[in-house]
């Protein structure tokens, strides 16, 4: 068992997506282009809002609100959009929107110092009592946020299609998750953040503000979930329904967890979920093994559960997560 | 001579403990100020000011001729003070660079430049002759050698005046000379020294003044030609204090606990307990010496089933206890009082009278089957509250409120109201105000002398020689030496705990 | 402790729950005003459909019902540290087990059937929460994550058992067919039924907390684990047994709702029970007793919520938003500043490692 963790998942990752590759791509190329661009479709959001675990975490702070942060942020994001009618500023909306909620969590775990579990779930439940309350029917947005054709990378033989034409927030995004890693094991910023997570006072007795660095990072880390949500209702669909994350914020837990809270091995998670889910689809679209949907709609809470089975009793998060910090008990 | 540090009419109080009590004091370049006191003097409360870590209610503090903002320790920093914790501060997942520059690191446009900041830990290393291994992983570290990186980290930054907090706590007799060694130099090339101790024999061998504090208020300063061990202890407690309890010669007879090649692992799944056997008889106290660190946590865990046993035996009255199984080893005779009060021993938001029956809240007469007698917790605990002198008003008080001695007093008196078999005590006066120290050392010898087999393992070799009729000496997981109390001489032990043969 | 300080840590349990409601709905006020209602009548139409008829008591009593079992729940759970947000699909599988037995079994006497279809909704609402308890004691995965999954996991099985197996054959909809009138459960005292079994639960798990043995294991590894360790409790041990009741709770819960309103099992069936527990164990303090005055008023704002759409205009989702603002500010520590008196832990859960 413990092999099998340590080979890191990006080898089992890379490993899938030639395997799953090779099987589709005999078949007919089509398919297995359009797979593996689901793919990264399904895996854009659930990897973004994993960095705002992997943020969050690192500096000490649990964020069970993700999910709530996604979904009110994808709900200021459409509304707006639709009422400006300009999907654009939706997004900035929601990007705002979801650092509101980065900071409202600071305010309740750095500040009031409450226990940070009930913090998320209060996100969750306000996020979904105020989307229900004022949700109506009958909006829309202009249209979703236009695909960028890649200038170099979309004339490449095979995988130009798969890499090439995504909307922006897609490849932000994904430049957002490699400048996050550089960050945090490279930058000064990175150095101390980490260094709040593990052993905060070691940082205070440093000259690092822990009250300060938490704030920034949890508010920052909420945008970045505002992105995800924003990236749902703007780019994924263009629609939003009430309860319409179901669940991802949850599951980007999970891939936290199975990524060892590091945004290139969060990344890699958030592929293999989005694989594991495009491939799905395939199948089911191809009738080649023939599932009730029912069970379709059950596989990424499955795979979360078994995911966090095998990798959640041998890893170590940031040790001093969770514990809010008390300069005077030092 | 330049002053340093001026302390003017510094106060703190936390809740109802005044922690300060408007003391003033200065320190001088080149000069080392000790700063002496027993647990919860207000020691720690006075230098985390002046590092900036707590806020004083009232007072200036001036470094350097400047007053100093309350609360702000990059300004004690940069200002020149460096603190070394007694809890170090250190990122334990963290190499020895990464510690040393923390808050301050070499960079370019917020790009860390490792190299740079590398060959500067070991030209620190050099230049005090600290020797660390820059890539080392904290945690990995023995803990002589973590403090050196807690002492380099102080010094990084040009510091005028260097501050420690109970730094010998942890050290061998012969580490604690080293570091003495060490501080002499600093002071000799200027650098001011607040040495914070309740160690009455380093405060004589290296202080240039000493300044005693006693329930927050300072008693008076000194320097050690002009006083003495005992004249220091006076000061610290108010009154003659016993430096050694009496005791009358051990009766020792069956054996009653027996550690058989017990082999232990600890959190990080490394070898700490190696092949270690050991016996104490029924009326005797076997005094377990050794600095933290060597193995003593995860053999006392062991010995109370609490932690796994990978091979070998415990066992108690001739029977095996079983492995992981706290409630078998405290029903076949064994009375624990833990090294960690606040983690195992109480529950600090039960009341008194709950933690005194915590771990027999299901035996008979405190419950009767399944359910709680209620009231005979408490008259129990009203019992113990008065036959133990816990200072609280009734025993239905939440035991968080206590301090730190009439805490442990909580514990003492669950374990050693008990039937008394085996009573292994862990560190029993760590963090204890003086009068508790005596009460608690007096119980200890009580309960030998009423026949149970006593384990006293602690770091403090004063307590050691005080109390145990036989000795043993622990390092790296294994005895490696035993004799009785009269042969037992300091110097052999301090070589002993640290590894050296003898 | 002066005699001022002892009465404050009486009154505030109750004065914090009750200050949080006040503000709570003076927020709300402000954000119906804004919409251009009148919030005095609004609340007006809440208060008094629920309370002030004999009608209206007796449907916030069954409303109510289903919320003190869940609140039980979580509340067992949180005095254990650990945080069940698995109500939800613990309850439905408790109503889907139930409603089978309530179908299958044919010819029984009320006095063994319902019993019974109790006994099947308990026992599967206990196996969901077991498996999340297993994956905590023994693998250390949060129960956060595991409840919520296993809700959706538990809410997809329903959904599928009731259009294949367990569907109500010759009719299109997506549900059981009806359980037989032996497994019904009725009124007692023009009241209903399960109100009493509710608050029959209530006292039972308040005097096992206090008296029992059991109750101060838990109690204790909610508190402090390695203290409870010490104690010779076995951690693991009680995260299974406390998962195991308050699964089986509310599963209860969801038999309850099923046997006396639904009569049957439909996967739409209320969607918001679980939810709903979590506030009602939150704004109980995690006390046994204390969920009961808390699922009344919960229960009460959900029985009128239709009626203050019709009566003033306001969408009843207004009780969504009202139960998140009272859960805010009753957790923030805001309102309980004001009594300067030790923090009550009312869980221990902080962060993934154990």
Known sequence: ?330 | MKTLLEIHEVSKRFGSVIANDAISLAVNEGEILALLGENGAGKSTLVKAVFGLVKPDSGVIKINGSVMESGDTAAAISSGVGMVHQHFQLVPVMTVTENLILGDEPKKFGVVNVKKARAEALELSEKYGLHVDPDAIIEDLPVGMAQRVEILKALRRDVKLLILDEPTAVLTPQETDELLEVLRNLAKRGVGILFITHKLREVMAVADRIAVLRGGKLMGTTTPNESSESKLAQMMVGREVVLRVKKTQAKPKDVLLAVKNLHVNDDRKLEAVKNLSLEVHAGEILGLAGVEGNGQRELVEAICSMRPRLSGDVLVKGRSIPNMNPKAAHLAGISHIPEDREKHGLVTSYSIADNLVLNQYDQAPFARGWVRDLEKVSSNGEALVEKFDIRAPGSSLTAGSLSGGNKQKVVVARELSQQLDVVVAAQPTRGVDVGSIEFIHTQLIAARDAGAAVLLVSAELDEILSLADRIAVISNGKIVATFSAQEADRNTIGRLMAGLAS | MDSKQERNLELSPVLVPLLSVVVALSCGAILVFIQGINPILAYKVLFTTAFCSLDGIAITLAKATPLILSGLAVAICLRAGLFNIGAQGQLISGALASAWAGYTFVGLPALVHIPLALIFGAFFGAIVALIAAVLKAYRGVHEVITTIMLNSIVIALADYLTSNPFKEPDQPLTRTPKIQASARMNELFGLPLGFFLAIGFSIALWWIMRNTTTGFGIETIGRNKNAGWYAGISVKKTIILSMLIGGAVAGVAGAVETLSIVGRFEPAFNAGLGFDGITVALLGRANPLGVIPAAILIGGMRASGSTVQFEAGVAPELVDLLLAMILFFVTAPLLSKFFKNRKENVAMTSGWSN
């Open chain 1, 1 to 330: 068992m413990e092999q099998l963790v340590k080979l890191g998942t990006r080898h089992y990752l890379a490993i899938s997506f030639i395997a799953i590759f090779a099987f589709f791509y005999s078949k007919d190329s089509l398919v297995a282009t359009s797979v593996l661009y689901t793919a990264i479709q399904f895996a854009l959001p659930l990897a973004l809002a994993a960095m705002v675990g992997v943020m969050c975490e690192r500096t000490g702070v649990v964020n069970i609100g993700i999910e709530g942060t996604m979904l009110i942020s994808a709900f200021t994001a459409f509304f707006a959009g639709a009422i400006l009618k300009n999907t654009v500023q939706g997004m900035f909306i929601g990007v705002f929107t979801g650092a509101m909620m980065g900071l409202l969590l600071a305010l309740m775990a750095v500040s009031w110092k409450m226990d940070q579990i009930i913090a998320g779930v209060i996100l969750n439940i306000l996020a979904a009592g105020i989307t229900s309350f004022y949700y109506r029917q009958n909006y829309s947005i202009p249209s979703t946020l236009n695909p960028i054709d890649l200038p170099i990378v979309g004339a490449w033989p095979i995988l130009g299609p798969i890499l090439s034409f995504h909307g922006p927030i897609t490849y932000f995004g994904i430049l957002f998750i490699l400048g996050l890693w550089f960050a945090l094991y490279k930058t000064s910023w990175g150095l101390r953040s980490r260094a709040v997570g593990e052993h905060p006072s070691s940082a205070d007795t440093a000259g690092v503000s822990v009250t300060k660095l938490r704030y920034v990072n949890v508010t920052i880390a909420g945008a970045v979930g505002g992105l995800a949500g924003s990236y749902l209702a703007l780019e994924a669909v263009g629609i939003f329904e009430r309860g319409f994350t179901a669940g991802k914020g949850f599951t980007a837990l999970a891939i936290m967890i199975f990524g060892r809270w590091n945004p290139m091995g969060a990344f890699a998670a958030a592929l293999f979920f989005g694989l594991t889910q495009a491939v799905t689809n395939q199948l089911m679209i191809d009738e080649v093994v023939k599932i009730p949907s029912q069970f379709i709609t059950m596989l990424p809470y499955v795979l979360t559960i078994l995911i966090l089975a095998i990798s959640a009793g041998k890893v170590r998060p940031p040790a001093a997560e969770g514990i809010p910090y008390e300069k005077e008990k030092s």
